[in-house]
């Protein structure tokens, strides 16, 4: 067990004057970056603030990143001095050598260590001197280095599209500014025990830092065991008796995991950095019923979470978390901040209530930029809707009372009246707060404890949403368990979850569009975890698409029919095509989910054709499964009523839900002068025309945005026959019957829109009046 250690204020004000002196004296000047190579400790806390002192700008190195991603941040941050703490370890020889060759560093610390009696050290220099020996006696002297609010004091990273990660500065206004505003709103004070548990290079530990320091509280900081070992988490909480934590969910799942100790103390808990879900809540309240939860929303160019959105303690409102939805919203700004929905087509009009838009973040306290002034002008930007405004009275240029600008004026650019555009997607609620719907819908499902979702490319180059989830262990997950030996890998977890995926595919086709839902689902036993606690990416498995369609579906059930002869010929063709195919294909499994992409489905199209020697434009939707192809097959109906075959049967009835394509394949059994008799119906065919145009309902702009279309044309093959005699204008029809078709019309405004379709298909296949069919398109179409 380590040496639990405690240092006062006076001891770290001390030890930071020292190393500030002699960053300046080996030639740091400001806003010259210092990267510290660091632990989670306290002499961060003093390497951080020596660097502040002498106008520099920090960055931190995580020793837990591969040597290539330490490179990588060096070369972004191009640091004039370096501070190696020595708990961090030694250096790698490859970083070492990219820091002699390609960076010029003006000063070195090489092993800075906070002794237990407050004493600094720096480690010795090549004539074995300690290199902070000559600044030692002054100890007590402060720098006096000149700072504004538009000072930079903080470079933080964020990644970028290229793989780069993108460079933030961040301004020393931001690192204050909200904390009189927290202490008033959720009663934090020199009495409070915060922790630090974020990540070191990740830009919540400045919170972590800043926040204890400006009240004048106590920072308590566990070991790398106490964060590690299940359990040991809470129990070190408890121990300590914090009263306020900041933390990832990822990090607040690792603290409710195998967790044996209340934390009665505990009253706030801000959590940042990934969505946070119901049930996330619900773990950490039953573990301590006294803590307010305070869900963030924020970005590292926004420089703070900079709104928040509170659930009380389960002591004040045992039944509040009941009455949320399953992903917490972003809320409400912050004190000077405003969220701002705006429309994605003009940016001049705000969203209405409901409405998706994108997230501007206007504030006083965003970060400078970019390190890359273009990437800064395309991100951070003026705000519009007050170029008229009346301008505010600058009291920092111009005080209030009539003197001098003070020092800090000549780091200070005036009052700049800017927005952040996040890229997130987000829409008001009925009470004014915002919601993120760019959240994951897969948390939603009972079964599922944790997930990521992520867009990859597949080995021919397809970009492919790929779903990584973690099970929600416990009885209602043994249903959906197959009966067989647990096994490593990505394989082995897909076998055994194969029933679980498929209810989780079904989940989210019911609130989703089809082109949200992921291709790939990949069960995991636990998430791997990046040292700032979130999700590690990089090291979550790339499943190939070939390696999750080759395994073997489960043997079919004892009794059913064997395939159509029509069923074993697309299985044929599902299997020249797929890569590593099952065998024998599942007959009633999708296309896309063995591995079908947009390359393969155009020689699906091509096979297809071949096979059953027909002729179409394109195939626009999900392929029909071998299942429902042998269903058309067995059908005359059906194939009376689909002159182009099955094809076009297909792109038609793969468009349906399974309850929608049930109901008509049902009442395709009945004959088709059952039918024409009963509804006036066209065993004929399609009428002449051909062509359909639906105009969007208001709750579908959102999916006509994402697909960049406000009209659908549907091609479909005209009936040669034309349109069979005897169904017209003449037909009787009851006036209760014609009032239940306007409601149904009415109903089929807000439907979804695969049900749109195909409604205006089984309206000109099977029901509706001639008058009907030929309002729908003009002759000019049919030219």
């Known amino acids: 067990m380590p040496e639990k250690r405690t240092f006062s204020y006076g001891a770290i004000l001390h030890a930071s004057n020292v190393l500030a002196h002699h960053l300046l004296q080996g030639g740091v000047q400001r806003e010259d970056v210092v990267m510290v190579y660091a632990h989670r400790s306290v002499d961060l806390v003093v390497a951080v603030m020596a660097v502040l002192k002498a106008g520099a700008t920090f960055s931190v190195i995580d020793p837990a990143y591969p040597p290539s991603r330490q490179t990588v941040y060096l070369q972004v941050a191009q640091p004039r001095g370096l501070v190696v703490l020595k708990g961090a370890g030694t250096i790698s020889p490859s970083v070492r050598e990219f820091i002699s060759t390609e960076l010029q560093i003006r000063v070195e610390v090489p092993a800075l260590e906070l002794l237990p009696n407050g004493d600094i050290v720096g480690g010795s220099d090549v004539d074995g001197k300690d290199v902070l020996a000559h600044v030692q006696s002054l100890v007590d002297s402060d720098p006096d280095v000149v700072l504004g609010p538009d000072s930079v004091g903080t470079l933080s990273f964020t990644s970028g599209s290229t793989g780069i990660p993108k460079g933030v500065k961040g301004r020393h206004y931001s690192l204050t500014h909200f904390f009189p505003w927290m202490g008033q709103r959720f009663e934090i004070g020199e009495y409070s025990k915060f922790t630090m548990l974020s990540g ?49 969910p990822a990090m607040g799942q690792l603290l409710s995991a195998q967790a044996t100790r209340q934390i009665p103390t505990l009253r706030n808990a801000f959590f940042v950095g990934d969505v946070l879900t119901k049930r996330d809540c619900t773990r950490l309240q039953s573990l301590a019923t006294n803590v307010r939860i305070i869900n963030m929303y924020g970005t590292t160019e926004t420089q703070r979470a900079v709104s928040y959105f509170a659930i009380p303690s389960v002591a004040e409102d045992p039944t509040f978390l009941a009455t949320q939805k399953e992903i917490m919203p972003a809320g409400e700004g912050m004190v000077d901040v405003q969220l701002l929905v705006i429309n994605r087509n003009d940016r001049n009009i705000p969203c209405a209530v409901g409405e998706v838009g994108e997230i501007y973040v206007r504030s006083g306290g965003l970060a400078e930029g970019y390190s890359d002034p273009d990437a800064t002008a395309e991100k951070f930007v003026a705000n519009w809707f007050a170029a008229d405004a009346t301008p505010r009275q600058d009291t920092i240029a111009h005080p209030l009372n009539g003197t001098a600008p003070g020092p800090e004026a000549a780091h200070w650019k005036g009052i700049r009246d800017r927005m952040y555009r996040s890229g997130d997607l987000g829409r008001y609620m009925p009470d004014g707060i915002v919601e993120c719907t760019g959240a994951r819908m897969i948390s939603q499902h009972p079964l599922v404890r944790e997930n990521v979702t992520l867009v990859r490319r597949d080995k021919d180059e397809e970009k492919i949403l790929v779903s990584y989830f973690v099970p929600l262990n416990g009885p209602a997950l043994d249903g959906f368990a197959s009966d067989v030996p647990e096994e490593e890998g990505v394989a082995g977890g897909i076998r055994r979850y194969r029933k679980l995926i498929r209810d989780i595919r079904e989940h989210l086709k019911k609130k989703l569009p089809s082109y949200s839902v992921p291709s790939l689902f990949v069960p995991l036993k636990r998430m791997p975890l990046n040292p700032n606690g979130k999700i590690d990416k990089p090291a979550l498995p790339f499943p190939d ?18 395939a159509t002869a029509t069923e074993q010929a697309m299985q044929a063709i599902w299997t020249r095509i797929l890569p590593n195919a099952p065998s024998p294909i599942p007959l009633d499994e999708s296309f896309f989910d063995l591995g079908g992409h947009s390359i393969l489905a155009t020689r699906l199209i091509f096979e297809i054709r071949k096979a059953f ?32 075959g099955l094809l076009q049967f297909a792109q038609i009835a793969g468009q349906l839900p399974e309850d929608v394509l049930d109901d008509l394949l049902m009442n395709a059994a009945l004959q088709a002068d059952g039918l024409q008799e009963a509804h006036g119906g066209m065993p004929g065919g399609m009428p002449e025309h051909g062509m359909v145009e639906l105009e969007f309902p208001e709750d579908q702009i959102d999916a006509q945005e994402e697909l960049g279309a406000g009209e659908v044309e549907i091609n479909a093959p005209r009936d040669q026959g034309g349109i069979h005699e005897g169904v017209g204008a003449e037909e009787d029809v009851d006036e209760n019957e014609e009032e239940d078709e306007e409601e149904e019309g009415d109903e089929e405004e807000v439907a979804a829109l695969p049900v749109r379709l195909l409604r205006g298909f089984i309206n000109r296949f099977w029901g509706g009046t001639a008058a009907e069919n030929e309002d729908i398109s003009s002759d000019d179409e049919n030219s």
Do not use: K, Y
């Not at 400045?206 to 070992?229: C, E, K, S």
């Not at 988490?233 to 933390?247: G, I, K, R, Y």
């Not at 698409?545 to 064997?562: F, K, M, V, W």
């Not at 002729?615 to 097959?633: H, Q, R, S, V, W």
């Open 200 to 248: 070191i290079a990740h830009d919540p530990i400045q919170r972590d830092m800043f926040t204890p320091l400006f009240f004048g509280a106590q920072l308590h900081v566990p070991t790398a065991d106490d964060i590690g070992t299940p359990g040991r988490l809470a129990e070190w909480m408890a121990n300590s008796e914090v009263t306020v934590t900041h933390l990832t």
């Open 545 to 562: 698409t070939a390696q999750a369609a080759s395994i073997e579906p489960q043997a079919p059930a004892a009794g059913l029919p064997t």
């Open 613 to 644: 020697v027909v002729n179409a434009n394109a195939l626009t939707c999900d392929p029909l499964p071998p299942a429902t192809a042998g269903l058309f097959e067995a059908q005359p109906a059906l194939r009376q009523q689909f002159p182009g």
